[in-house]
Structure formats: C-alpha cells, structure tokens
C-alpha cells in the first residue's frame, strides 16, 4: 500500500547540497562530456568561460599548457570530434578521447594568438556590459512599471515617452 499523506517541506527531498565557492579562477575554455557534447558540423560544444566560477560534471575544463588558453580556444573549434563520440544513448566525449585528438595550429602562432586573445578580450567585456545592463533593466523596469520612476523625454526628441 502506499502512504498517500502529505508531508511537511522539512520531510520532502529538497535541497541536496550547496555550491558556497568557486572551483575555478581566470581563463578557461569548458568542453561537453555528456549529453550535448557536438554540434551539427561534428565539432565541439565550448564555452569559453571567465572569472571565478564552478562547473558541474557534465563539463571538461581545460587550459592551455603549450598555448594559450584563448587560442586553444578557438584551434578546438575547428576539430572533429564525431570519431571520439561514444555512447549509444547519451553521446559522451571522455577526457582520453579527448586529448588524443590532433589540433592544427599555425607555424607562426604569434599572429594567431594575438588575435585570439584580443578576440576572447572583447567578447569578456561584452559579457560584461550585458551583465550590468541586465542588472539595470533588472532595476529599472518594476519602478518603470509601477510608476514610481518617470521617464522624461530628451530635449529635440521626437515624440513622447508614455
């Protein structure tokens, strides 16, 4: 028979565990393991990650040892990785397959990787700044709403804000 009383919030499973810290500070660049781990073309799902941050087990992270991480970045995003796929039911890309992977890179990396990391930069900074603008719209948008903040239009701006 099966008990059908209702418990109380401190009898039900909830919260299983807390994630109070980071794991993980600077550049690095997140691979799938499992799950969703290849895009349509066969190559990688990756994430280029900033900061401080934890990851879940569901992700690689990895860093660059003989290049910089910014430029593996983007060598990684040009490989195959359909031939290193396991998994009939949930496709999984381990760890030993991964690194046995070949990457090509340039004979002369110095313009590669300047790029490269100018590129991340910029894409860091933008993350940034949508970041801040969606904590101000965050902000804004219930004193927008309920009235308490009024807009006023800009001087030789046409039309009105309602």
């Not at 593996?72 to 796929?85: G, N, T």
């Not at 490269?116 to 970041?131: K, L, N, P, T, W």
């Amino acid at each position: 028979m099966v008990d059908a009383t209702v418990k109380g919030p401190e009898q039900l499973p909830g919260i299983f565990g807390y994630v109070d810290d980071f794991l993980f500070d600077g550049l690095h660049i997140l691979v799938g393991e499992d799950g969703t781990v290849m895009a349509e073309d066969g190559s990688p799902y990756l994430q280029i990650a900033s900061g401080k941050f934890w990851v879940n087990n569901h992700a690689h992270v990895l860093t660059g040892a003989k290049v910089p991480t910014d430029a593996l970045w983007f060598a990684l995003r040009s490989v195959a990785v359909d031939s290193a796929v396991t998994g009939a039911v949930q496709p999984k890309l381990s760890m030993g397959r991964l690194s046995a992977l070949e990457i090509t890179y340039p004979l002369q990396p110095e313009p590669f990787e300047e790029t490269a990391s100018a590129c991340i930069q910029h894409v860091i900074r933008c993350r940034s700044g949508m970041e801040t603008l969606g904590q101000l719209r965050a902000f804004l948008l219930p004193l927008l709403l309920d009235g308490s903040l009024r807009v006023q239009p800009a001087q030789g701006a046409e039309g009105e804000i309602s």
